[in-house]
């Protein structure tokens, strides 16, 4: 792979309720462990981080595709939902559902620009065959 861009982050503390930051600091952020699995929730989560990622990932994506296909994509959005759960092994596995609004367009033709996007977008195909990703494609 040819690197366009590397991104770099420290996590320091005690990691799901310690701090990370960017190496550029745009981003220093507080972390705790949700309320859900015990925590004090009084931090942000890296599930919550990589909803964001995977959202804006797979928005651009979808954007790129349209573009090519001269699909009308404004109002688009793109929300994410992350869960993290346990597997029998005694450890820990993620799912993601993606819930993709295209008004401007016929459910079928958003339905198939969701899956191109999903076969360009980064973060898509890193999880490909490691963690369920289910597309939702709203008409509101």
Avoid: W
């Avoid at 366009?4 to 701090?19: F, P, Q």
């Avoid at 705790?32 to 990622?53: C, H, I, K, R, Y």
């Amino acid at each position: 792979m040819k690197s366009l861009y590397t991104a770099e982050a420290l996590s320091s503390g005690d990691g799901r309720d310690g701090a990370a930051r960017t190496s550029d600091g745009r981003l220093d952020l507080a972390f705790a462990v949700p309320v859900e699995m015990g925590g004090s929730g009084d931090g942000t989560n890296p599930e919550q981080l990589f909803a964001l990622g995977y959202a804006a990932c797979f928005h651009s994506a979808l954007r790129a595709v349209a573009r090519r296909e001269g699909a009308d994509v404004s109002d688009s959005a793109v929300g994410s939902r992350v869960s993290i759960g346990s597997n029998d092994e005694g450890g820990f596995v993620l799912a993601v559902e993606l819930e993709i609004t295209l008004p401007h367009l016929p459910h079928e033709e958003a339905q198939k620009l969701a899956e191109k996007a999903h076969t360009v977008c980064p973060y898509s195909n890193a999880t490909r065959g490691n963690i369920d990703v289910v597309l939702t494609v709203t008409d509101d």
